[in-house]
T-cell receptor
Framework: DQQVKQNSPSLSVQEGRISILNCDYT??????FLWYKKYPAEGPTFLIS?????DKNEDGRFTVFLNKSAKHLSLHIVPSQPGDSAVYFC????????????FGQGTRLTINP | KAGVTQTPRYLIKTRGQQVTLSCSPI?????VSWYQQTPGQGLQFLFE???????NKGNFPGRFSGRQFSNSRSEMNVSTLELGDSALYLC???????????FGPGTRLLVL
């Protein structure tokens, strides 16, 4: 039972354009969501998070949107840069068991020059 | 501040052996979580320790165990290794509940 799903295994975007990565979840107890970026042979690097009391959080080029009724979140990167090429994971946790992150399968983002 | 460190970075073992992996969290972080990453199952939560106590546990067999020391450093142990235990084992630390978890570089374990 996959509680967090990233349905696009890969995404290719032109440099300078917007990258939109999507994530869906099924567990209504999830109330904290994070995005991580991962390069091969490295651990995930934290990008941005959002709690369920908000519907948007912005940090520089990264914006995360949360639609609780649809159980959907998305990460927008604008403008996309070649260094953004990596695998992106969304993760979720519930207040009880808060440190237990449930991850999606990841989306490989490729930024083309 | 130094990041999360994990040792060793790479390890080769044979079936039936046991292995111990080590994690040093970011200074001041009291929560340490462990995850397993495999191509088939993705990133899966193993367990979490806070103040030397296991607070959360994922769906892994009892062969997987861990502990945390008074300085917040943590170890995880896998006994009677199986081929399917080959994976990247990641450690993450955070200051507390629903605080951001920061990951180490991982230990890549290969079981032959």
């Amino acid at each position: 039972d996959q509680q967090v799903k990233q349905n696009s295994p890969s995404l290719s975007v032109q440099e300078g354009r917007i990258s939109i990565l999507n994530c869906d979840y099924t567990n209504s107890m999830f109330d904290y969501f994070l995005w991580y970026k991962k390069y091969p042979a490295e651990g995930p690097t934290f990008l941005i998070s959002i709690s369920s009391i908000k519907d948007k959080n912005e940090d520089g080029r990264f914006t995360v949107f949360l639609n609780k009724s649809a159980k959907h979140l998305s990460l927008h990167i604008v403008p996309s840069q070649p260094g953004d090429s990596a695998v992106y994971f969304c993760a979720a946790s519930a207040f009880q068991g808060a440190q237990k992150l449930v991850f999606g399968q990841g989306t490989r983002l490729t930024i083309n020059p | 501040k130094a990041g999360v460190t994990q040792t060793p970075r790479y390890l080769i073992k044979t079936r039936g052996q046991q292995v111990t992996l080590s994690c040093s969290p970011i200074s001041g972080h009291r929560s340490v979580s462990w995850y397993q990453q495999t191509p088939g199952q993705g990133l899966q939560f193993l367990f979490e320790y806070f103040s030397e106590t296991q607070r959360n546990k994922g769906n892994f067999p009892g062969r997987f165990s861990g502990r945390q020391f008074s300085n917040s450093r943590s170890e995880m142990n896998v006994s009677t290794l199986e081929l399917g235990d080959s994976a990247l084992y990641l450690c993450a630390s955070s200051q507390g509940d629903q605080e951001t978890q920061y990951f180490g570089p991982g230990t890549r374990l290969l079981v032959l």
